[in-house]
């Protein structure tokens, strides 16, 4: 059983910053991929950013120079550092992780989990 709980949304003016926060806890033996999305009203949801267990980093075009993902690993935690927000950021942000945890026998099983979301929202 693995949770993933999200936090740092909140309200900004366009311009300013905010750093998203979401910590992984419970059965947990090692996690790959971490990533954000995000999900505006009326559109898909999209990938905002991801970064792999060795802190390959990848993200969409509409981010990149302002936005920055990180991971602690010891914290079992990933951040978003958003910068310069647009109110075009305004959405639900999520975060999500692959996540090894641990079985009897040694035996190890890999899900992905997600994040209950967190509201960010940009004004003029």
């Known amino acids: 059983q693995v949770q993933l709980v999200e936090s740092g949304g909140g309200l900004v003016q366009a311009g300013g910053s905010l750093r998203l926060s979401c910590a992984a806890s419970g059965s947990i033996f090692s996690i790959g991929a971490m990533g954000w999305y995000r999900q505006a009203p009326g559109k898909q949801r999209e990938l905002v950013a991801t970064?792999?267990?060795?802190?390959?980093?990848n993200y969409a075009d509409s981010v990149k120079g302002r936005f920055t993902i990180s991971r602690d690993n010891a914290k079992n935690t990933v951040y978003l550092q958003m910068n310069s927000l647009k109110p075009e950021d305004t959405a639900v942000y999520f975060c999500n992780a692959g996540v090894w945890s641990p079985q009897s026998g040694g035996v190890h099983y890999s899900n992905d989990y997600w994040g209950q979301g967190t509201q960010v929202t940009v004004s003029s």
């Open positions: 970064i792999t267990a060795s802190g390959n980093t």
